[in-house]
Nanobody
Framework: QVRLVESGGGLVQPGGSLRLSCTAS????????LNWYRQSIGKQRELVAN???????NYADSVKGRFAISRDNIRNRLSLQMNNLAPEDTATYYC?????????WGRGTQVTVSS
């Protein structure tokens, strides 16, 4: 059974930083593209960043230059370093993987950017 568990969210002031983590189990982690999504109140869930099995990264335009996605295939851990956070980054952040044609999600971790 695929299980994704996010951590690292919290309350941070504008301009601050947070590092999110997602620990995966139940899959051969190194083989899959891994995604970070976010969803804020009243908005659709959006793709923030992803990283392929060979380490290629992609970012939403809104986070380019501020966020960095990385993966640790030994510890089965996906990370998202978020710098220079802004109030519009406030959202629940989710880890996602497509496995055997199905999307799997963690429960999310809340990020709130506010002074």
């Amino acid at each position: 059974q695929v299980r994704l568990v996010e951590s690292g969210g919290g309350l941070v002031q504008p301009g601050g930083s947070l590092r999110l983590s997602c620990t995966a189990s139940g899959i051969n982690f190194r083989l899959y593209t891994l995604n970070w999504y976010r969803q804020s109140i009243g908005k659709q869930r959006e793709l923030v960043a992803n990283i392929t099995s060979d380490g290629t990264t992609n970012y939403a335009d809104s986070v380019k230059g501020r966020f960095a996605i990385s993966r640790d295939n030994i510890r089965n851990r996906l990370s998202l370093q978020m710098n220079n956070l802004a109030p519009e980054d406030t959202a629940t952040y989710y880890c996602n993987v497509q496995f055997r044609g199905l999307p799997f999600w963690g429960r999310g971790t809340q990020v709130t950017v506010s002074s």
